[in-house]
């Protein structure tokens, strides 16, 4: 992006993996991403190539369950939180869970599962801090568009 916010240049890079499951995080002057709490990787972005490098850590698997990206890391805590989901079939339905997750990336603990507006097809796509609550952005049955306001304390108990 130009200082203006445009869009001048883009870097696809070729992956197997479905791509809106990545979760950015920004730590220190670092971009990084998590795939997945169990299966995925941690990745990081070079500055100077501007791609992303092979994993920087496979992530333990099995402790929390296999949980994919929704919403981009944000500072939390002295660590970090995201959305996450999980999806179960008949029928296909997401899951919700706050994450939380400390500096080196690795996952703390998981809040109790949850769903936006109905159960079913849910997709958390943002977290963002505004004023004293967090926005969460979330779509339903890929066809409409929300967000939703929590507080603190709400993330908090979610992820004690």
């Known amino acids: 992006l130009n200082e ?49 490098r092979p994993p920087v850590r496979e992530l333990p698997s099995g402790k929390f369950g296999h949980l994919r990206g929704g919403s981009q890391l944000c500072e939390f805590a002295g660590g970090f939180v995201a959305v996450a989901h999980q999806v179960h079939s008949s029928p296909t339905t ?31 796509a943002g977290l963002a801090r505004w004023r004293d609550q967090w926005v969460l952005s979330f779509g339903v049955a890929d066809k409409e568009i929300h967000l939703g306001l929590v507080g603190d304390d ?3 108990e979610m992820v004690a």
């Open 4 to 52: 203006d916010g445009d869009v001048v240049g883009a870097h696809a890079q070729k992956s197997d993996r479905h791509e809106k499951n990545w979760m950015p995080a920004v730590v220190g002057q670092d971009l990084k991403f998590v795939y997945s709490t169990e299966s995925g990787a941690v990745l990081a972005y070079d500055r100077s190539t501007h791609e992303v």
């Open 94 to 124: 997401y899951l919700h869970r706050f994450v939380s997750f400390n500096r080196e990336l690795q996952v703390v603990n998981l809040g109790e599962p949850f769903h936006f507006r109905q159960v079913g097809i849910e997709f958390c």
């Open 154 to 156: 709400v993330v908090r």
